[in-house]
């Protein structure tokens, strides 16, 4: 019996370390833990509530406006502001653009090197690739002279020595086993969706000011004015132009590139629709509505919850069942552990007890990450786009029903593939294509709106503290492109008095919680198979296809001591 220990995990955001016990080459148990503290909650205590959403942007330097939104709905959600529908329609194209963005740098940029073997690529005909290419997709760059300059551009960088992004992989780990070109291809449109999305997410230089960190949102709507009569109106018909051109080039993108290559692989690595499973418990709090954040009838993404990998029915959400424990965290709650706080009256209170780093093995008996432990109703759940999928497919929303049915047909799979590492990987794939469709229909309802002279984008009402009651509270939920995020505020006398934000990792990578259970980074490692514990590659895929977002780092200890280079690819 061995320990493998990966700390921190490259190709994410944040910090985060993974033990795992192996036994007869496959892992028997599993412990995450998050080993970067953050506090951001304790910094807004005593803050003017209105300015909540600046801060709580810096809880990430990746996914940085889904706190903005959650803040704002939390602050509006206390003191009982309706937003206007232009402001609305306006946030669902920030976080539409920021999820279809997120999602494509994710497959290929964060997480496809688990899959493909760049050095591979070099071996590859360059006619052959074009040749699977032109099969899956009608995509413009699809040429054997286009596959050939990639590989000679691939084969300058490793002549050269300097292989930069592609350094210290894994090639020739005996789990690769895409052909060469296919190797190629996806190479190929790595380096592709690269200059893609530099120029797609210019959606937020239009609507957010910039990127990352927007700075337009507001308590009661944004500031993006779009009133002609305004000098500085910002939405305007040539930005309506510019916004409608961009969601197009989503489209295009995702439609003929990234889903015929999600398509490609998956086949080739259909022993991982096995691997990974975890939980089979998937909360989705639902979100973007066509008649306002707080309409769950309307939201794209249905609101629910799917307990026991049953999809025969969905379950409501009950705010009042979500808890976060600390039992096996480095925090301490006033009056004892217990069984966990809710977010509403929840605490922060750093308290480490672990050893001093650099350490072998954490002392998972005790205390074992910076990661509180979320349940709902005193259960482990998966959040993300699987369970966004899962939920939606149960709950027979159309088009979520639709584009899981054509997949599963395509990859002639039932619907048990979906609790899978590849199953997280597909609904990812799935939930871009149906996101991508509907940023042009909310540029089109934007246009509308302002032919109509609709132009009001910020409601005022309370915006003077002096309206404000003694003491409001209220929570605002977004389903960001990791999962379910909710930020709770307190306000007393003016000022935040409390606040809480449980983000889409901490449900996923929270440690084991009272009674033992296991979060879902933790579950869904268990039974995988490791084919060399020098080279834990295994391990990246599936923890990798959560999306974590807890920054990019790169070594590795096994139970001896021994340190490895892990890939640097971010």
Same mark, same amino acid.
């Given at each position: 019996?061995?320990?493998?220990?990966?700390?921190?995990?490259?190709?994410i955001e944040g910090h985060l370390r993974i033990e795992a016990q192996l036994e007869g080459g496959k892992i028997s148990d599993a412990w995450s833990s998050g080993t970067m503290f953050r506090?951001?909650?304790?910094?807004?205590?005593?803050?003017?509530p209105r300015e909540a959403w600046i801060w709580a942007q810096r809880i990430c330097g990746v996914c940085t406006m889904v706190h903005a939104i959650a803040s704002v709905r939390a602050v509006e959600n206390a003191l009982q502001i309706e937003v206007p529908d232009n402001?609305?329609?306006?946030?669902?194209?920030?976080?539409?653009?920021?999820?279809?963005?997120?999602?494509?740098?994710?497959?290929?940029?964060?997480?496809?090197?688990?899959?493909?073997?760049?050095?591979?690529?070099?071996?590859?005909d360059p006619a052959k690739t074009s040749q699977i290419a032109q099969s899956i997709s009608d995509y413009e760059k699809s040429s054997t002279t286009y596959f050939r300059g990639i590989q000679q551009r691939v084969k300058g960088v490793v002549d050269s020595g300097q292989l930069s992004l592609f350094a210290s992989g894994y090639w020739g780990h005996p789990a690769y086993k895409l052909p060469p070109e296919v190797n190629l291809l996806a190479v190929a449109h790595y380096l592709e969706a690269l200059a893609w999305q530099k120029d797609f997410i210019r959606i937020h230089a239009a609507l957010g000011g910039k990127n990352p960190h927007p700075q337009t949102f507001l308590v009661g709507g944004m500031t993006t004015a779009m009133d002609p009569n305004e000098p500085a109106a910002v939405i305007n018909p040539d930005t309506i132009t510019f916004l409608r051109d961009l969601a197009k080039s989503a489209r295009k993108f995702v439609d003929q590139v990234y889903i015929p290559d999600v398509l490609a692989i998956a086949p080739l690595y259909s022993d991982w629709f096995s691997r990974g499973e975890g939980l089979g418990n998937f909360l989705c709090y639902g979100d973007y509505g066509s008649s306002g954040a707080n309409d769950p009838s309307s939201f794209l993404f249905p609101r629910g919850i799917v307990m026991n990998h049953d999809i025969s029915k969905v379950l409501p959400v009950d705010p009042g069942k979500i808890t976060e424990a600390v039992d096996h965290s480095w925090y301490e709650y006033s009056g004892g552990n217990g069984n966990g706080k809710h977010p509403s009256v929840g605490e922060t209170n750093p308290k480490y007890t672990g050893p001093k780093p650099p350490f072998e093995q954490l002392d998972v008996d005790k205390?074992?990450?910076?990661?509180?432990?979320?349940?709902?109703?005193?259960?482990?759940?998966?959040?993300? /786009?699987?369970? &966004?999928?899962? !939920?939606?497919? $149960?709950?027979?929303? /159309?088009?979520? &029903?639709?584009? !899981?049915?054509? $997949?599963?047909k395509a990859l002639n799979a039932q619907p048990a593939v979906l609790f899978s590492t590849l199953g997280r990987i597909a609904a990812r794939a799935?939930?871009?294509?149906?996101?991508?469709?509907?940023?042009?229909?909310?540029?089109?309802?934007l246009d509308n709106n302002l032919?109509?002279?609709?132009?009001?984008i910020f409601n005022p009402v309370r915006w003077d503290p002096s309206t404000w009651p003694d003491h409001a509270a209220g929570y605002g939920w977004h389903e960001a492109p990791r999962g379910s995020l909710g930020h709770w505020v307190e306000i007393s006398g003016r000022s935040i008095k409390n606040y809480q934000a449980v983000v889409p990792s901490t449900w996923n990578a929270g440690p084991r919680d009272g009674q033992g259970q296991r979060g879902a980074y933790e579950a869904s490692l268990?039974?995988?198979?490791?084919?060399?514990?020098?080279?834990?590659?295994?391990i990246l895929r599936t923890i990798h296809s959560f999306?974590?977002?807890?920054?990019?780092?790169?070594?590795?200890?096994?139970?001896?001591?021994?340190r490895f280079t892990l890939p640097n690819v971010r």
């Open positions: 019996m061995a320990r493998l220990v990966v700390d921190p995990v490259n190709r506090g951001i909650e304790m910094i807004l205590q005593g803050r003017d402001a609305h329609i306006v946030r669902n194209l920030i976080a539409g653009s920021q999820m279809v963005q997120d999602h494509v740098i994710h497959f290929y940029h964060l997480h496809a090197l688990d899959w493909v073997d760049v050095a591979a690529a070099l071996k590859a205390k074992y990450s910076w990661l509180k432990s979320p349940r709902y109703d005193g259960k482990p759940m998966e959040v993300g /786009p699987l369970a &966004r999928m899962v !939920v939606g497919y $149960a709950a027979g929303q /159309p088009e979520i &029903r639709a584009a !899981v049915n054509g $997949a599963l799935l939930e871009t294509q149906i996101m991508a469709k509907h940023l042009e229909d909310w540029v089109d309802e032919s109509h002279g609709k132009t009001a268990l039974n995988t198979p490791v084919a060399d514990p020098d080279r834990p590659l295994e999306d974590p977002c807890i920054a990019c780092a790169v070594h590795v200890l096994d139970a001896n001591g021994r």
